[in-house]
Protein backbone atom coordinates (compact mmCIF):
# COMPACT_ATOMS: atom_id res chain seq x y z
CA UNK A 1 0.00 0.00 0.00
CA UNK A 2 1.17 3.64 -0.94
CA UNK A 3 0.16 6.92 0.28
CA UNK A 4 0.36 9.70 -2.38
CA UNK A 5 0.89 13.55 -1.34
CA UNK A 6 0.23 16.45 -3.41
CA UNK A 7 0.36 14.65 -6.41
CA UNK A 8 -1.61 16.39 -9.56
CA UNK A 9 -2.00 13.16 -11.73
CA UNK A 10 -3.47 11.37 -8.66
CA UNK A 11 -6.06 13.93 -7.07
CA UNK A 12 -8.86 12.94 -6.57
CA UNK A 13 -8.80 9.74 -8.59
CA UNK A 14 -10.46 6.28 -7.04
CA UNK A 15 -11.42 3.64 -9.01
CA UNK A 16 -9.91 0.31 -10.19
CA UNK A 17 -7.04 -0.11 -12.71
CA UNK A 18 -7.48 -3.59 -14.36
CA UNK A 19 -7.32 -5.94 -11.88
CA UNK A 20 -3.54 -4.83 -10.79
CA UNK A 21 -3.81 -1.87 -8.53
CA UNK A 22 -6.96 0.01 -6.82
CA UNK A 23 -7.07 3.81 -5.95
CA UNK A 24 -8.75 5.11 -3.16
CA UNK A 25 -9.25 8.58 -0.99
CA UNK A 26 -9.20 8.33 2.66
CA UNK A 27 -8.01 11.22 5.23
CA UNK A 28 -7.88 13.68 2.01
CA UNK A 29 -5.08 11.18 0.91
CA UNK A 30 -4.75 9.17 -2.23
CA UNK A 31 -4.06 5.49 -1.46
CA UNK A 32 -2.63 2.93 -3.82
CA UNK A 33 -3.39 -0.51 -3.22
CA UNK A 34 -2.68 -3.77 -5.10
CA UNK A 35 -6.33 -5.48 -5.86
CA UNK A 36 -7.67 -7.85 -3.71
CA UNK A 37 -8.15 -11.56 -5.64
CA UNK A 38 -11.43 -12.65 -5.05
CA UNK A 39 -12.20 -16.49 -4.89
CA UNK A 40 -14.53 -18.54 -7.00
CA UNK A 41 -17.17 -20.23 -4.91
CA UNK A 42 -17.05 -23.81 -6.24
CA UNK A 43 -21.05 -23.52 -5.60
CA UNK A 44 -22.03 -27.52 -6.46
CA UNK A 45 -19.45 -28.72 -4.16
CA UNK A 46 -21.01 -26.63 -1.47
CA UNK A 47 -24.42 -27.84 -2.16
CA UNK A 48 -23.41 -31.64 -2.59
CA UNK A 49 -21.89 -30.80 1.39
CA UNK A 50 -25.04 -29.55 2.44
CA UNK A 51 -28.12 -32.27 1.91
Known amino acids: MVKVGDNIVTTGL ?3 LGNLIVFCNRGG ?3 VAKAPKRNKPNGAKHRNNIV
Do not use: F, N, Q
Open 14 to 16: SGK
Open 29 to 31: KTI
